[in-house]
């Protein structure tokens, strides 16, 4: 049975893109999906990505990074930014924000994937949206909406020809999506379940069928939504690593998390403004 989980990183932030990350896996047992991350067996402890991520914590971005190496490792992970991530910049951001890494950064060492007799990962793929694109897309949807349709469109590239199961966290706490697949342009679904918790439904989207679930804390709970999350922060943390050290805070962690809350993102701003307009670096409200 083949299964795709789909998750982001950075709807809130001012600063840096916003990432959607789709992992597609090849399990034996249905009921795989819904056994709980504690409940599995892991050379490595899978958490939510803000946990596994802790700015505070040096050794945390290391944890992250081999979690996230270990799983890519499958895919030739040295291509990771060529081949799995669409970058969706303009000619000017990339000034800014790419450059030619040499994996891994922070940590000095990875094993390899884990979980081999429960499941086999099949397909990774993920978009990054920068900040120009970001601002263009809400001219017309806000960004929940955004959020949606990116999920879509990643669960189309990744999916087959049949029906296809894709499993996500709940996007901007809705209990009902109907209303945003509308204004999306989708018109045919079907709806399965809508509750606080649990949002499913079949949807003819372009030429395939997928059957979508939302979950409430998916990331912090079920394996597939969690390793695509984390994947995703790794990249967003790379992309947000070289922002930072091109505005010369060259930090073993991004000196700025790009939130707005964040007194880092400010000082960062304020050195964008030296030479640059930030409105070509800040994301609209």
Same mark, same amino acid.
């Given at each position: 049975m083949?299964?795709?989980?789909i998750d982001e ?5 001012i600063?840096?893109p916003?990432?959607?990350?789709g992992i597609?896996?090849?399990?034996k047992?249905?009921v795989f999906f819904?056994?709980k991350?504690e409940?599995?067996k892991s050379?490595?402890?899978i958490d939510d ?11 945390a971005?290391s944890?992250g ?6 799983i890519l490792?499958t895919f030739n ?6 081949k799995?991530?669409?970058? +969706?910049?303009?000619d000017?951001e990339?000034?800014f924000?790419i ?11 990875y /094993?390899e994937?884990n979980?081999r007799d ?6 990774? /793929?993920a978009?990054?949206?920068?900040p120009s694109?970001?601002n263009?897309e809400l001219?017309?949807?806000n960004k929940f ?9 990643l669960?189309?590239e990744l999916?087959?020809?049949e029906l ?10 809705y209990t009902? %999506?109907?209303?945003?697949f509308?204004k999306l342009?989708?018109t045919k %679904?079907e709806i ?6 649990h949002?499913?439904?079949k949807?003819?989207?372009r030429?395939?069928l997928l059957? +979508?679930h939302f979950l409430l ?7 597939p939504?969690?390793i ?7 990249l ?5 690593k070289?922002l ?5 805070f060259?930090?073993?962690?991004p000196f700025?998390?790009g ?11 304020e050195k964008?403004?030296?030479? %640059?307009?930030?409105?070509?670096f800040?994301?609209?409200?």
């Amino acid at each position: 049975m083949e299964i795709i989980g789909i998750d982001e990183n950075g709807l809130g932030p001012i600063l840096g893109p916003l990432i959607i990350s789709g992992i597609k896996l090849k399990v034996k047992e249905p009921v795989f999906f819904y056994s709980k991350i504690e409940n599995l067996k892991s050379i490595f402890k899978i958490d939510d990505s803000k946990n596994v991520f802790k700015r505070t914590e040096k050794w945390a971005y290391s944890k992250g990074e081999i979690i996230s190496l270990s799983i890519l490792k499958t895919f030739n992970f040295e291509d990771l930014i060529e081949k799995y991530v669409n970058l +969706i910049i303009s000619d000017y951001e990339k000034n800014f924000y790419i450059k030619n890494y040499k994996l891994p950064i922070w940590a000095k060492t990875y /094993k390899e994937n884990n979980l081999r007799d429960e499941i086999n990962f099949i397909g990774y /793929k993920a978009y990054a949206i920068f900040p120009s694109e970001f601002n263009k897309e809400l001219s017309r949807i806000n960004k929940f909406q955004m959020d949606i349709k990116f999920f879509l469109d990643l669960a189309y590239e990744l999916s087959s020809n049949e029906l296809n199961l894709v499993f996500c966290g709940k996007v901007g706490g809705y209990t009902y %999506y109907t209303k945003e697949f509308l204004k999306l342009g989708i018109t045919k %679904y079907e709806i399965l379940r809508e509750n606080k918790g649990h949002s499913a439904y079949k949807i003819r989207y372009r030429d395939k069928l997928l059957e +979508i679930h939302f979950l409430l804390d998916g990331d912090k709970i079920y394996y597939p939504i969690a390793i695509a999350s984390i994947i995703g922060k790794y990249l967003r943390e790379l992309f947000m690593k070289v922002l930072n050290e091109r505005f010369g805070f060259d930090n073993e962690i991004p000196f700025s998390s790009g939130y707005k809350h964040d007194i880092k993102t400010i000082q960062l701003i304020e050195k964008i403004k030296l030479n %640059y307009n930030t409105n070509d670096f800040l994301r609209i409200k």
